[in-house]
């Protein structure tokens, strides 16, 4: 008994929103108690302020006041030993779905039923699993979200579809505002859409392994560019080391050179202006031997002495010395300059072929030639009901698009095109996609376009073809064309009432084939920069128009 004691009190001291004793506690006007954080955490962003417990709302916000009774309670008796709560995980918590029929502390839903939109414990659920008529009842995980399956027009549960508005309806909704609509079970839709959903998830999953492949062999690329461009610098040091070492070599060899002509040629001058001297100290020494015998007054001695004075040596030198100043290496300085010129010349032509090679290592895979080819690309295409013109009717899980003669009634959108009976995809286009149109009577456009085309009005801004934003080939009985910005360009090939679209967004390739079984016919090829995603579109431009995006898988 004391035992249970001690639980009753954790129980009455926990908060029910956290499970866990209580901390700065506040209590609400209708009686019950939460940590303060937590009650203002469950608060915030609700325009209605209520009691987890017993769901009594207040307005405005209550101001929270710590109960400080309440505060000292619970410490004393943390002081005799009382400690925090276990959590007890029957309890439903601030993130959890509560149990509808629970009184005072509401235990967790394990179920919720879409016949009786309510939740419902482990304990009340009991009866949907005894009672027959309760049996039939479709039971699913706990949601919060209920009450979306009612419609807000007649309380009634949504069962319906409507494939016209592309919206869940009531039965009552089939004899008013949507009288006529294409109708079915929201079952049959939901089977329709889970098989659509499946092959999506399949194409995804394809795609999710192309893309995993592509980043290995771009991981691979990326590699291969390092170690090439790696092997290319070494290289290049190398081979310019080289030839600064040759050069450094040849002027190694000039100064040599150059400097051994020069101590060959000064010694030989040298050695001729010494020979030069010798002999200028001789003539001055016969100069004076000379000058002193002129002085003679004995003539017989001068008669005597003159015949061996008077007579001279050959001279050892040439009488013509050629001299030219700063000219005796200008051979060499006018050969170097010569191979100096050579040299600029073969490094600025073949420098020109070196900056002008480019690597490019994104190279685009080449366009499928055969229409199986092209399949292994092929994109599932559904329409966006948000941006179908009002007179414009989405059929075939919103894979075909009809003109009519009455507006329809969808409801106001800023993606509708309120001017052009034209719609665009769900899907965004990247990477390499192919899709196919089947399209019959009269003027019906295929084209692709970005997100952010216009919407509103009917000028050239917001028409396939018109602008810079959107390109689309023009499919008559007879012909065709290409219109991109405006710019009409005639299209030669068979007509026909299928025409495949080829898009490799990062190459920049955008093509238009006829189909005829399977012939393909290349009609026109765009060949540009993709900014943005791409999404598929078609115009239509007579009543009772259709065009159809083609199941290829």
């Known amino acids: 008994m004391a035992q249970k004691g001690v639980q009753l009190d954790r129980e009455t001291f926990s908060c029910s929103i956290c499970l866990d004793l209580l901390k700065d506690p506040v209590t609400l006007p209708c009686g019950h108690s939460y940590c303060m954080k937590c009650i203002k955490h469950h608060w915030d962003g609700e325009l209605i302020h209520s009691c987890p417990q017993c769901r009594q709302s207040f307005r405005p916000r209550p101001v ?3 109960n400080t ?23 439903a918590g601030a993130e959890d779905v509560a149990c509808d029929v629970c009184t005072g502390r509401k235990l967790r839903a394990c179920k919720s039923c879409l016949v009786c939109l309510v939740s419902y414990c482990e304990k009340h659920l009991q009866p949907h699993y005894d009672v027959a008529q309760l049996k039939k009842h479709k039971l699913v995980e706990p949601s919060k979200k209920l009450q979306e399956n009612i419609c807000s027009r007649h309380d009634e549960v949504m069962k319906l579809f409507c494939r016209t508005d592309q919206q869940c309806i009531c ?23 889970q098989r659509e ?20 062999l771009l991981q691979q690329e990326v590699e291969a560019v390092n170690g090439s461009a790696d092997k290319a610098v070494e290289d290049s040091e190398k081979m310019f080391t080289e030839l600064i070492r040759l050069m450094e070599k040849r002027s190694s060899d000039v100064k040599q050179q150059v400097r051994s002509q020069q101590k060959r040629e000064v010694s030989r001058v040298k050695e001729l202006q010494e020979k030069l001297e010798q002999e200028i100290s001789e003539l001055k020494r016969r100069d004076a031997e000379l000058k002193l015998l002129s002085h003679t007054e004995d003539h017989n001695q001068f008669l005597h002495s003159y015949p061996s004075l008077s007579a001279l040596s050959e001279p050892t030198h040439s009488s013509s010395i050629n001299i030219r ?54 994109q599932e295409v559904t329409l966006d009901p948000n941006t179908a013109n009002t007179w414009l009717v989405l059929s075939e899980g919103s894979r075909k698009a009809t003109i009519m003669q009455q507006q329809q009634s969808y409801p106001s ?24 149109v089947e399209w019959r009577g009269g003027r019906v456009f295929v084209a692709v376009a970005y997100k ?8 050239n801004e917001c028409v396939f073809g018109l602008n810079d934003k959107s390109w689309s080939l ?17 299209v030669s090939g068979p007509t026909s009432s299928r025409v495949g679209v080829y898009l490799d967004h990062r190459a920049g390739v955008l093509s238009f084939y006829s189909i005829i079984s399977e012939t393909m016919t290349l009609l026109h090829r765009v060949q540009t920069t993709f900014t943005q995603p791409l999404h598929a579109g078609v115009r239509l431009c007579n009543h009772g128009a259709t065009a159809e995006f083609c199941k290829l898988k």
């Open 325 to 378: 100043p700063l000219s005796y290496f200008e051979d060499v300085t006018a050969a170097l300059s010569a191979v100096r010129d050579k040299l600029q010349d073969v490094l600025r032509e073949e420098w020109t072929k070196v900056s002008s090679t480019e690597v490019d290592v994104l190279l685009s895979a080449a366009e499928p030639t055969t229409r199986a080819g092209f399949l292994q690309y092929s």
């Open 413 to 436: 959108h800023p993606d509708r095109f309120t001017g052009c009976c034209q719609v665009l995809s769900r899907e965004s286009l990247t990477g390499r996609c192919y899709w196919e």
């Open 474 to 490: 023009e499919c008559n009985p007879n012909s065709y064309s290409f219109r991109y910005n405006s710019i009409i360009t005639p």
């Open 452 to 459: 952010n085309i216009s919407r509103a009005g009917g000028g």
């Open 64 to 66: 929270l006041l710590k």
């Open 171 to 193: 039965s009552l909704c089939t004899v008013d505002e949507h009288k006529g609509h294409d109708t079915v079970s929201a079952a049959a839709e939901r089977t329709e859409r």
């Open 197 to 216: 959903l499946e092959g999506s998830r399949l194409n995804i999953q394809q795609r999710i392994q192309d893309g995993e492949k592509e980043v290995k």
């Open 69 to 91: 009774m309440l505060a000292a309670l619970v410490e004393e008796l943390k002081k005799t030993g009382l400690q925090a709560a276990p959590a007890d995980h029957c309890y």
